[in-house]
């Protein structure tokens, strides 16, 4: 395990729209080490936060799957976009 594998990972997961769009996808943290880990990165969650903690805090929360994609938020949760 490493942290250059989360440093990595978080890269290429801000690099590529597709990768990106499935990190979005998954409910958990666990879910979506699990899948990094299919894709060869091996971190731990400790890890992952150090590697995160050197982003901005608007980037973590993207990377992190803290914000809203303006899609699919349901109407009660306060994600920032205005939804019908």
């Known amino acids: 395990m490493s942290i250059e ?42 890890e992952m936060e150090q590697a ?6 608007d980037e973590l929360e993207q990377v992190a799957g803290g914000k809203c994609c303006g899609y699919t938020c349901e109407s009660e949760y306060q994600c920032g976009y205005d939804i019908p």
């Open 52 to 57: 995160s903690s050197e982003l901005t805090d």
């Open 5 to 46: 594998h989360a440093r990595e990972f978080i890269k290429r997961v801000k690099n590529e729209k597709d990768l990106w769009e499935q990190a979005a996808s998954f409910q958990t943290r666990e879910e979506r080490r699990q899948w990094a880990q299919g894709l060869g990165y091996d971190f731990t969650g400790e």
